[in-house]
């Protein structure tokens, strides 16, 4: 029974002495195949179009020579390209439709140099003499090379046209030496990893698996390589190219990047907290609507009757404070409707700060609401933890450092920064002054601390411990 080696020697070594030098030798011959090609078709084309130079009158050599020239070096340049990198994916014996139309190149391409090697120089220096003398037929005033420099439409000179022949022997002959010397390693390849199977006693059925295996893992891989390629050209080559810009350039580039990267950020926050709200609001719908007011209307009566008149309630509003407005709206459930109606309710909020308290307007330091110099009250509040930090101003790293963080000293830099402005209580202590001290030496330590004059409006006053400063 056959062994299955678990190595694979016979298709490693094969791969190997198959697929990399060939395609070196590929990727080296694509310039070359495309000079060669252009000075075959540029002859070809020109001894096609004038039946001066293919009746017969000069060697019959020279139009089958460019003839074959043109043919193959057209199918070898587009064939060289195209399988430069699928040979990488078919080993030995798979690289067998590789090795014959490898083959038949070369020997094309060997065909025409041979043809060419007749009538071709085989040196640009020949050609000042040769251009007027080779092929010359008895009886005739010009030679081949005059001809065709006359007849050619770019090139006008008998010299040019004899050094672009020359140029193509020359590509002719090394073209198909590396061509063949492709061809011979794919030979030696392909028999060869047939031989070395049948030495590891490897049977027909473990050879066609082992390359069906393979043959797939490489189609599928087809994909890759030609997106990887595209993410290549598309990605990799701009960046290369922008990093050998000036330094001026690419630094106005990542100013502009940086930018545009901050203002997505800010668009996808945004974005990300509208569709936050949009669920809510959907939430919202799905549930019984918001009754802001489930009593009746209530009794009618003359002043609630005064206020429902649009322009009778702004004008009382303009002589009124916002708290005044506000306790004047809840004197009953009809005088209710006519000041703060529930259909209008964020509205009229917003009209009665814009027309009531007359004077310098500010907010209500504990509830937010509006007040002004003549509706306003000034109790004194602690300074407690949380003033402290609402009041704490942003300082640089610098003074942060010297001025503002306290260290006694430089070990206990390590512990948590405070600000020297902070009261007792947002000072953290350490552990044993914290377990000396106990909790109630901070809660009567709350007595003691700085009296704060903030504006506050009158319900938040009426709830303050402390007595109103007027």
């Not at 936050?276 to 609630?304: A, F, H, I, N, W």
């Not at 003033?387 to 070990?411: E, M, T």
């Amino acid at each position: 029974m056959a062994t299955n080696s678990p190595k694979k020697a016979w298709y490693t070594n094969s791969f190997l002495l198959a697929l990399y030098p060939c395609a070196l030798f590929r990727f080296v011959l694509f310039a070359p195949f495309g000079y060669y090609w252009a000075h075959a078709s540029t002859h070809w084309n020109v001894i096609k179009n004038h039946i001066e130079l293919s009746s017969g009158l000069y060697n019959p050599a020279i139009a089958a020579g460019e003839k074959i020239a043109s043919n193959w070096g057209t199918f070898a340049f587009y064939w060289n390209f195209a399988v430069w990198i699928p040979s990488l994916w078919f080993p030995p014996p798979l690289n067998l439709p590789f090795t014959v139309t490898d083959t038949v190149t070369a020997i094309y391409l060997s065909r025409a140099t041979h043809y060419q090697t007749s009538y071709a120089p085989h040196s640009k220096g020949a050609c000042a003499e040769a251009a007027y003398t080779w092929h010359r037929p008895a009886g005739v005033n010009e030679s081949f090379f005059e001809a065709a420099s006359r007849l050619n439409a770019t090139v006008t000179t008998a010299p040019h046209m004899c050094r672009s022949f020359a140029e193509e022997w020359q590509f002719g002959v090394a073209l198909s030496f590396f061509y063949a010397l492709i061809s011979a390693f794919n030979i030696v390849a392909f028999f060869g990893s047939l031989l070395q199977a049948k030495k590891q006693n490897e049977s027909l059925k473990d050879v066609v698996l082992t390359l069906f295996k393979k043959t797939l893992e490489c189609v599928l891989n087809i994909p890759k390589v030609l997106a990887l390629l595209v993410v290549g050209i598309l990605y990799y080559l701009p960046e290369i190219f922008f990093r050998c810009m000036p330094l001026s350039f690419k630094a106005n580039v990542r100013v502009g990047r940086r930018s545009a990267f901050k203002g997505a950020l800010g668009l996808e926050q945004k974005a990300e907290l509208g569709a936050v709200q949009l669920k809510e609001m959907y939430k919202q719908s799905r549930k019984s609507p918001y009754v802001r007011y489930e009593d009746s209307r209530g009794e009618p009566s003359p002043l609630s009757e005064f206020l429902g008149t649009y322009d009778m309630l702004i004008a009382v509003a303009r002589i009124l404070h916002y708290s005044d407005i506000i306790h004047l709206s809840r004197v009953s459930k009809s005088v209710r409707e006519s000041v703060l109606p529930a259909h209008d309710f964020e509205r009229r909020l917003k009209t009665f700060e814009r027309y009531t308290c007359p004077r310098t307007r500010h907010r209500c330091w504990i509830c937010d609401k509006q007040i002004c110099s003549g509706c306003q009250q000034l109790p004194l509040i602690p300074r407690t933890t949380t003033i402290h930090h609402l009041w704490c101003r942003p300082s640089c790293k610098q003074c942060f450092q010297h001025v503002v963080r306290r260290r006694p000293a430089p070990s206990e830099r390590v512990k948590p920064p405070y600000c020297a402005c902070a009261p007792i209580t947002a000072q953290p202590p350490n552990i044993v002054m914290r377990w000396f001290r106990g909790s109630n030496y901070y809660t009567n330590s709350q007595s003691g601390l700085q009296k704060l004059t903030l504006a506050v409006c009158r319900e938040c006053n009426l709830n303050s411990k402390q007595t109103p400063y007027t």
